[in-house]
């Protein structure tokens, strides 16, 4: 195995990125995570008990990792410090955690702006989880933004003070809202900047010399390709970017530093939010794979749209982020079928297409051309290697692989530790 690997999502999110960092974790000296926020969540089941983390990387599990919350993260203090509290109340150590200084802190006004603008943009809205992340980065690119390193600084207060009332008359004047009290969120914010001072540090620094000393660091993707700023299906996309490309900005490295890309990617498709999604099922068929997958969201608790797996998705993520290795997820999910739909190309207007269209209304104009397979129809829950794997899983597995052009490494067949195949 690569000394540095990083995990990416090569779907819309939700692949099960957690557990396969997870299990990659149990071995890794550091884990990072470069991008995105709050709105990301991770479970990872251990022995029986299933643990959600939002903000924390999932090397926190391991307690002997070293974790990191890059540059390039959106930092929530309260989100973490729940996060932390909870980790411990169930007696996970969680004492090694460090916070870039140049991470940007997400404020009460960035939440509110999130839905007031979700609300504003009425049957058109996004979907977003709230959490702030877009109107985050949106000062961040504006510089305007507050970064931890500043938190910490003398004249957070006055600097604080300043961007509430800046963004208290958007509140007020563009949206109708109420405005913030400027002293309690100061307060609390202030309150927030002590107990955090211990955790953050210059992790470019950190993650350099572990890279360099040959330790094993895993980089942690949070949400998935589909909903990168840049390459994603925009404008139904988060503000960061999930793909391989975030993680030199976010954690500070150099780009040639990753050795292996595994692209995790579940044996069907889903998505949460708005947004065209071509193989979706609105079916007895998808309420199925709904079901079977529990497919709920860990951080917004709704339902996930489902679908058959879309190759034209998983060849394209494959491609932007040069993924060198899939992780096929929740393939037991698929057990009762009788039948298996994979698609590997789009048809629009007669015409075939084989690549992602940049135009929504094109991607909305799209039909799957599917492949398939039949079902194994057998419980694989507990197979532990790919010999045991019913011949007609072998054959979804390969297909996967013919379309994507990427070798498939690993199969999860079940969310415990142990229903893990390494091929
Ligand atoms: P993990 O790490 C699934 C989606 C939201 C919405 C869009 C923009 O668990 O895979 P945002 O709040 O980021 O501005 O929302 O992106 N989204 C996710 N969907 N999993 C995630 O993370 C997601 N993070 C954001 O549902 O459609
Ligand atoms: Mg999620």
Redesign the pocket.
């Known amino acids: 195995m690569a000394k540095t690997i990083a995990v990416i999502?090569s779907q819309?999110?939700?692949?099960g990125?957690g557990k396969i960092i997870d299990y990659l974790a149990t071995g890794a000296d550091m884990v990072v995570r470069a991008q995105?926020g709050a709105?990301?969540?991770?479970s990872v089941v251990i022995e029986g008990k299933r643990y959600s983390l939002h903000l924390i990387p999932s090397g926190v599990l391991n307690d002997n990792a070293v974790n990191i919350i890059g540059n390039g993260v959106v930092f929530d203090p309260p989100a973490f410090l729940a996060e932390l509290d909870s980790l411990r109340a169930d007696g996970v150590a969680a004492d090694k955690i460090y916070i870039s200084d140049r991470a940007h802190v997400v404020f009460p006004y960035h939440k509110l702006l999130?839905k007031l603008a979700e609300e504003a943009r009425g049957a058109n809205s996004?979907?977003?989880?709230?959490?702030g992340?877009?109107p985050c980065y949106m000062d961040k690119v504006e510089r305007s933004g507050i970064r931890i390193c500043d938190m910490l600084s003398a004249g957070f207060k006055e600097k604080l003070a300043g961007r509430i009332a800046a963004k208290n008359e958007i509140i007020v004047k563009l949206y109708g809202g109420e405005p913030l009290d400027a002293d309690a969120v100061i307060a609390e914010y202030e309150a927030y900047a002590g107990r955090l001072a211990p955790y953050v540090r210059d992790t470019g620094i950190m993650v350099d010399e572990a890279i360099s000393s040959g330790k094993t660091v895993l980089f942690e993707?949070?949400?998935?390709s589909m909903?990168d700023l840049d390459l994603g299906s925009y404008p139904?996309?988060?503000?960061s970017h999930p793909v391989s490309g975030g993680f030199a900005v976010g954690a500070g490295i150099g780009e040639g530093r990753i050795e292996e890309i595994i692209g995790i990617t579940k044996a069907y498709t889903t998505?949460?939010?708005?947004?065209p999604m071509v193989t979706e099922l609105l079916d007895g068929m998808g309420d199925l794979i709904r079901e079977r997958g529990h497919e709920y969201?860990?951080?917004?608790g709704r339902p996930r749209r489902c679908g058959w797996f879309d190759g034209v998705v998983c060849r394209y993520t494959a491609r932007i982020n040069g993924t060198t290795g899939l992780a096929l997820m929740l393939l037991d999910v698929l057990d009762e079928f009788d039948e298996i739909n994979l698609c590997y190309a789009y048809e629009a207007d007669g015409e075939r297409l084989d690549y992602y269209p940049a135009s929504l209304e094109k991607v909305s104009a799209c039909r799957p051309v599917y492949k398939t397979i039949r079902g194994w129809k057998r419980d694989i829950s507990a197979v532990t290697s790919w010999d045991e794997l019913p011949a007609e899983a072998q054959a979804y597995v390969s297909e996967v692989e013919k379309i994507c052009g990427v070798p498939v490494k690993f199969i999860s067949v079940g969310p415990g530790r142990e229903q893990t195949i390494v091929r």
């Open positions: 999502g819309w999110g939700d692949e990125k995105g709105n990301a969540g991770h999130d996004i979907g977003t989880t709230l959490k992340i877009g993707g949070a949400q998935g909903l139904y996309v988060t503000s998505r949460v939010g708005e947004g969201g860990v951080t917004t």
